[in-house]
Structures are given as structure tokens and as C-alpha cells.
């Protein structure tokens, strides 16, 4: 059974930093493409960091430039880090397996981190 545990978000000021984790079990990180998407309110979740198991990275146009996706293969974790957050940013935020097409790889979701930044 894959379980996707997220963690590392809160309330932050615009231009403020946070570093969101996501911690596996029942699946290896190192062989997948690991993402990061987030859903904002009224909005679909969307893919915004993308890590494939060679360590390539990918962003959303959004947030390229600001946010760095990477990984920890012994931890079984994947990491993002968001600097100069905005508050267009806000959202819950869930790690996932990705698809070549850009789709999560499972259909459940962990219960994803809480971004909240202010202006």
C-alpha cells in the first residue's frame, strides 16, 4: 500500500521562503518521476515541480525561477523548496508520481501541506 506523507507548509509573508517534504513508503522515489502539484481554492490541482529518477527537473512557467524540486533516495523523500513565495502561491500542496502526459501516477492522494502566504 503506498502511502504519500506531506509536510512543511504553514503561513508565510510574501518574499518569504518554505521547504515542503514528502515522505514515502510502499514505493521507491529513485525509479519514479516524483512531482509536486498544488490545488488552490476553486482551482484544479495543478503540476508545478517534476524530478525524474535521473534527476532531471522540470517547473511550471509559475513558479520556474523560485521553486527548486529535488530528492533524498536513502530518505525516500522529496523536497521543494519555495523562495520569494507569492501570495498566488497559496494552495495545499501534495507530492505525487508523474505520468509522461503530466498526470499523477496514483489516484489517492496523501493529505497534502497548507501554503498560506500574505501580501
Known amino acids: 500500500q503506498v502511502q504519500l506523507v506531506e509536510s512543511g507548509g504553514g503561513l508565510v509573508q510574501a518574499g518569504g521562503s518554505l521547504r515542503l517534504s514528502c515522505a514515502g513508503s510502499g514505493i521507491i522515489f529513485s525509479v519514479n518521476v516524483m512531482g509536486w502539484y498544488r490545488q488552490a481554492p476553486g482551482k484544479q490541482r495543478e503540476l508545478v515541480a517534476r524530478i525524474t529518477s535521473g534527476g532531471n527537473t522540470n517547473y511550471a512557467d509559475s513558479v520556474k525561477g523560485r521553486f527548486t524540486i529535488s530528492r533524498d533516495n536513502a530518505k525516500n523523500t522529496v523536497y521543494l523548496q519555495m523562495d520569494s513565495l507569492k501570495p498566488e502561491d497559496t494552495a495545499v500542496y501534495y507530492c505525487?508520481?508523474?505520468?509522461?502526459?503530466?498526470?499523477?501516477?496514483?489516484?489517492?492522494w496523501g493529505q497534502g501541506t497548507q501554503v498560506t502566504v500574505s501580501s
Open positions: 505525487n508520481t508523474v505520468r509522461s502526459s503530466g498526470a499523477p501516477g496514483f489516484t489517492s
